[in-house]
């Protein structure tokens, strides 16, 4: 996850951007801070599913097999 003060940076631009504007260079580094949140976010919700199991009302395991390999290639569980 990004540190607080990347998050607070993130929503200073985002508040000046909607205020007053961004120069070219708070521009790219609102640019550069977004691809940032957006490859800790993507990772964090890949990790996420890696770890579901889906169960049944009946309490059978119906995970889909893709996600099954994905957990027996890493040795998750």
Do not use: C, W
Request: net charge positive; proline share 3%; aromatic share 2%.
């Amino acid at each position: 996850m990004l540190s607080k003060e990347k998050m607070d940076r993130i929503n200073e631009l985002a508040r000046k951007k909607k205020t007053i504007g961004l120069t070219e260079e708070e521009a790219k580094e609102q640019s550069k801070l977004r691809g940032e949140y957006l490859q800790a976010f993507r990772e964090s919700m890949r990790k996420t599913i890696e770890n579901v199991t889906i169960v049944d009302p009946n309490g059978n395991d119906v995970t889909p097999d893709k996600l099954k390999a994905l957990k027996a290639k890493k040795k998750l569980h």
